[in-house]
């Protein structure tokens, strides 16, 4: 009896030796000191020992069983620490390593050009105001002086709705909105998107944006006009080299809303007038229209053509746009790239 107690000792060392696991360990326990485990066994064996040996046997057996208790516990907590450092190990930090790089978005291009557009004027007094760009014929046709048989009213042009309703060809329409709901003096400019039927190229497209300007008060001239945009056109392109000291031109032209009216030109600022292939040798870039208001749309909001007079100007952000970042092709603004809007 005594040798197989020393033999189940021995073991049960040997055992929880390989013993790897927390749960393995839980097993030999239930191996030795379970219910139908090895000691169990062995006190049950006590039946046949002779009476005179049994208290010496069974404190043999208490003091094994002891032993056992003490080495499961013993190797239950270095198992439970070797588990803890295996887990603190595979979670460790490295507070050395570089940050994973957070993706930046940019102000696109168009939004960059238009804020621009916006702080000038608001710099020069201008109000900014919006208008709808669903219009009904009368504030994208009629009140501007697009008559029904303008070529401007072509459905070649326009994307109709329905009879009477169309997304604006221009800003222009905005104009009329202002002056119906106020009176002079008017300083307003109007950015916003613009829908024609236009074929996609290198420098059209279908849907841009524009900038309408309007001025209405007394006294005002064609001088304060050319002014205006000299002064607006240099500061816009300050930033390009030779860009403040751009020169300005203004071209006759024809407008249906304006009259006087002109088409306007900046120096060109790639290569400073002596003509090159972004200004196709003229040395001049046409930028947008503008004129004195006709005294017929002031008629039609019912402004006082002989005590007031204004002056109208409009054109592309796009093209605004695309001298100021060096832009060669429309389609790059509406792509949606983030490699593109990240170059500016
Ligand atoms: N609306 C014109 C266009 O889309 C641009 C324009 C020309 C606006 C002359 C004006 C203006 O206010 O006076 O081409």
């Known amino acids: 009896m005594q040798e197989q107690i020393q033999q189940l000792e021995e073991r049960a060392s040997q055992r929880l030796h390989e013993v790897a696991s927390l749960a393995d360990l839980e097993e030999v326990r239930r191996a030795l000191l379970g219910k139908?485990?090895?000691?169990?066994?062995?006190?049950r064996g006590m039946g046949g020992v002779a009476a005179g040996e049994r208290p010496r046997m069974g404190q043999l057996v208490n003091d094994a069983k002891l032993r056992i208790e003490a080495m499961l516990e013993a190797r239950g907590a270095e198992l439970t620490r070797i588990a803890r450092d295996a887990a603190l190990a595979a979670e460790i930090i490295d507070v050395t390593l570089p940050a994973r790089a957070v993706p930046f978005g940019r102000r696109h291009p168009l939004t960059q050009t238009s804020?621009?557009?916006?702080?000038?004027?608001?710099?020069?007094g201008y109000e900014v105001v919006e208008g709808p760009e669903v219009e009904t014929l009368y504030y994208n046709f009629d009140a501007l002086n697009i008559g029904p048989d303008h070529p401007a009213r072509d459905e070649k042009d326009s994307l109709f709705i329905s009879d009477n309703l169309v997304m604006r060809t221009e800003t222009s329409a905005v104009q009329i909105h202002v002056m119906e709901s106020r009176q002079p003096p008017v300083k307003i400019i109007a950015p916003g998107r613009v829908y024609?039927?236009?074929?996609?190229?290198?420098?059209?497209?279908?849907i841009f944006h524009q900038v309408e300007g309007l001025l209405v008060d007394q006294g005002v001239t064609f001088g304060d006009l050319k002014g205006t945009l000299t002064a607006f056109l240099q500061q816009l392109f300050e930033a390009i080299p030779g860009g403040s000291s751009l020169r300005t031109r203004f071209r006759p032209h024809y407008f249906p809303f304006t009259e006087p009216s002109a088409e306007f030109d900046i120096s060109c600022i790639f290569c400073g007038g002596t003509g090159c292939s972004t200004c196709k040798g003229t040395g001049w870039i046409e930028l947008g229209g503008c004129g004195m208001v006709h005294p017929g749309v002031l008629e039609n909001v019912r402004y006082d053509s002989e005590t007031?007079?204004?002056f109208a100007f409009g054109f592309g952000i796009e093209r605004m746009a695309m001298i100021k970042f060096g832009i060669d092709n429309i389609r790059l603004f509406y792509d949606n790239d983030i490699r593109f809007s990240q170059q500016f």
């Open 36 to 43: 139908k485990g090895e000691l169990t066994a062995l006190l």
């Open 115 to 124: 804020d621009d557009i916006v702080r000038i004027f608001s710099g020069l």
């Open 196 to 206: 024609r039927r236009d074929a996609v190229d290198r420098t059209h497209s279908a």
């Open 308 to 310: 007031y007079t204004g």
